[in-house]
């Protein structure tokens, strides 16, 4: 991200990509190109396995005023204006609610989609496997419009809006997949590996 420290903010730890901020905001990404570059029409189901340790208290992703989440992971579609779905740890946005950014100084990112995967305080040292279906998703968001390829990837660690709050996760892996683990037989709350499956 221009003008920041991001490199430096993010350090990988025990096998796992750290990722925190007081009082800041910071966001490292891939483009993702060649054979990397797929449509989600083929591989729908994104998975990440995360850990969240300290979430913005009081943060809000309804509005600019308060917009800090404790984890974002970013499916982007296009740049200019970003289209993007992104999976977000929240403090009040409810389990599966949808929220958009608005036009601003610093651009139109009124086609950035946030939906909440986790709400409030995090689950002490729980690791979760999220699947998340980016073609429903993206359908639901975006009706009329043709399935994308999926360009780049992105991570936000973020608590600048919200006056003394400060976040932390980890991530081990972001994959995307054909077929859904529903159709391994698992149930939401499995356990997956070292891990709890949730469906989002």
Excluded at 31 to 55: C, E, H, K, Q, W
Excluded at 126 to 134: A, G
Aim: proline share 6%; aromatic share 12%; charged share 25%.
């Amino acid at each position: 991200r221009p003008f920041s420290r991001s490199a430096q903010r993010f350090r990988i730890e025990g096998g796992a990509l750290r990722m925190e901020s007081a009082g800041d905001s910071f966001l490292i990404g891939k483009r993702l190109s060649g054979l990397r570059a797929v449509s989600i029409a083929d591989y729908p189901f994104m998975r990440f396995v995360v850990r969240i340790g300290s979430v913005p208290a009081g943060a809000d992703l309804v509005g600019e005023a308060r917009d800090d989440a404790a984890f974002r992971l970013y499916a982007t579609f296009e740049d200019d204006p970003p289209v993007a779905l992104v999976y977000v740890w929240s403090w009040t946005l409810p389990v599966g609610a949808w929220s958009a950014r608005s036009q601003g100084l610093w651009g139109d990112f009124r086609q950035v989609r946030r939906k909440a995967f986790g709400r409030g305080p995090p689950l002490s040292r729980t690791w979760l496997t999220v699947e998340v279906d980016l073609r429903t998703d993206f359908r639901a968001q975006f009706p009329g419009r043709s399935l994308p390829v999926l360009r780049g990837l992105a991570l936000k660690a973020d608590s600048n809006h919200t006056p003394g709050a400060s976040s932390l996760a980890w991530l081990r892996a972001v994959s995307l997949h054909r077929v859904s683990l529903r159709e391994a037989g698992y149930g939401a709350g499995a356990p997956l590996a070292d891990t709890t499956l949730w469906f989002r």
